[in-house]
């Protein structure tokens, strides 16, 4: 199946309750239409920051 990867930073991390964060990188200008953006809700516990580079991997599975 194809599979979408790409690297970017954290720009801030989200506290959503007291069961998940948010990981967001978002271009505010939406003027450079290469950026891909994201919002990912993960489990309490990470030690994920703002600044940090991460790789996103999406697959289709069956």
Do not use: Y
Not at 27 to 35: I, S
């Amino acid at each position: 199946m194809p599979t979408l990867e790409f690297e970017s930073s954290i720009e801030f991390v989200a506290d959503i309750n007291e069961q998940k964060d948010c990981l967001m990188s978002q271009d505010p200008t939406q003027d450079t239409p290469g950026v891909l953006w994201f919002n990912i809700d993960i489990p309490k516990g990470h030690l994920f920051k703002a600044g940090d580079r991460v790789r996103v991997i999406v697959e289709k599975i069956d």
